[in-house]
Nanobody, 114 residues
Framework: QVQLVESGGGLVQAGGSLRLSCTAS????????MGWYRQAPGKQRELVAA???????NYAGSVKGRFTISRDNTKNTVSLQMNSLKPEDTAVYYC????????WGQGTQVTVSS
């Protein structure tokens, strides 16, 4: 049974920081591409950042330079460090694991107040 469990969401003022973490079980974590997606009310889910099994990262243009994705294959964990947060970053953030199939976490709310 595959499980992705996110943590670290919350309420923060604009300009602040949050760190999201996702711990995976039931998969061979090291061979999966891991990603963070977000979905704001009334909008489609969008990719925020992804990191390949080789450690290569890519980012949405809107977060480049502010967010950093990292992974620890010894702990089956992927993290998203979010700095200089803006109100438009407010969304539910989802952890994703992809190889042949997609697996999703339950989501964690991030709210940035102005």
């Amino acid at each position: 049974q595959v499980q992705l469990v996110e943590s670290g969401g919350g309420l923060v003022q604009a300009g602040g920081s949050l760190r999201l973490s996702c711990t995976a079980s039931g998969i061979v974590f090291s061979i999966y591409t891991m990603g963070w997606y977000r979905q704001a009310p009334g909008k489609q889910r969008e990719l925020v950042a992804a990191i390949s099994n080789g450690g290569s990262a890519n980012y949405a243009g809107s977060v480049k330079g502010r967010f950093t994705i990292s992974r620890d294959n010894t702990k089956n964990t992927v993290s998203l460090q979010m700095n200089s947060l803006k109100p438009e970053d407010t969304a539910v953030y989802y952890c994703n694991a992809f190889r042949v199939h997609d697996y999703w976490g339950q989501g964690t709310q991030v709210t940035v107040s102005s």
